[in-house]
């Protein structure tokens, strides 16, 4: 394909997937935080399946190290042709009967909406330029059934959902803006927020009765990368789990 594609989060899970995916004839960004060790082995692998890999950190919780991403991704490249809003997480499970938590409410946002946002709007410059741009957020079944513990999490990617559909319409005809939804996907966010009974309740749940792959939800991103009259939509990809 010959472009260039920057993923945030991509040391671990469905970014790394996709990393690993997309990597063919094609250069990827590869964006990590703190799993340095396994952003270098993902690394390897784009540069194995005959990809160009660079390696960016950056915490997304916090405007500056945003910018700082930016400013880094300038320097390297005068154009961008996709960018996956991958990073992100639960950061805690929190019933809202514990009471209000303003630190856990700023967190949730900051880290899987605002930095989607801010990269979004601070990347435009180099998106213009790319060609056929897309912007693909990573969003969440949580924003179909909301997710019980984790509701503010499932309103923050909500948020990023209805953003995506805004940015698809400012943006248009030039960028072309989409999301994925995933459901329950084997990767280490499971391992960080959900007890093993918490995961074998939700494949009880799903009509197909097993979780997803980071793999399955990386076709899904290609797919997006590669269909140029796709844009404003967001595919759910969670085993009939949420069905319309
Ligand atoms: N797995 C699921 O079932 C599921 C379901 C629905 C939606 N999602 C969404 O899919 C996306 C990828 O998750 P995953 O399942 O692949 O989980 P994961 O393996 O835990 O990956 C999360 C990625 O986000 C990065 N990240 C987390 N906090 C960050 C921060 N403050 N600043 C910068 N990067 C940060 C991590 O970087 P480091 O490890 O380098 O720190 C890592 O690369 C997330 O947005 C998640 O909300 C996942």
Not at 58 to 83: F, K, N, P, Y
Not at 145 to 153: K, S
Not at 180 to 198: L, M, N
């Amino acid at each position: 394909m010959n472009k260039t594609i920057l993923i945030t989060g991509a040391s671990t899970g469905i970014g790394a997937a996709a990393a690993r995916d997309l990597a063919p004839g094609n250069t990827v960004l590869i964006h990590y935080n703190r799993s340095e060790q396994t952003a270098m082995s993902v690394k390897a692998d784009v540069e194995s399946a005959g990809g160009r890999g660079l390696l960016f950190q950056a915490d997304l919780g916090h405007e500056e190290q945003c910018a700082r991403l930016v400013t880094e991704i300038c320097a390297h490249s005068d154009t961008l042709d996709v960018l996956i809003n991958n990073a992100g997480g639960l950061i805690e499970r929190s019933p809202l009967s514990d009471g209000p938590n303003w630190r856990l409410i700023d967190e949730v946002f900051r880290v899987n909406t605002f930095s989607a946002m801010y990269l979004t709007s601070a990347l435009l410059p180099l998106l213009e330029s790319g060609s056929d741009p897309n912007v693909i957020n990573i969003t969440s079944i949580a924003i179909r059934t909301g997710a019980p513990t984790a509701t503010i999490y499932g309103a923050c990617k909500a948020a990023l959902d209805s953003f995506t559909r805004g940015a698809a319409r400012e943006l248009a005809p030039r960028i072309r803006v989409n999301a994925v939804a995933p459901g329950v996907i084997e990767t280490p966010f499971h391992q960080k927020y959900s007890t093993p009974e918490r995961v074998q309740a939700f494949i009880e749940a799903t009509p197909l009765k097993r979780t997803g792959s980071a793999e399955q939800i990386a076709h899904a991103i290609r797919f997006l990368v590669e269909n140029s009259f796709v844009s404003g939509e967001t595919i759910d990809v969670n085993g009939g789990l949420f069905m319309r």
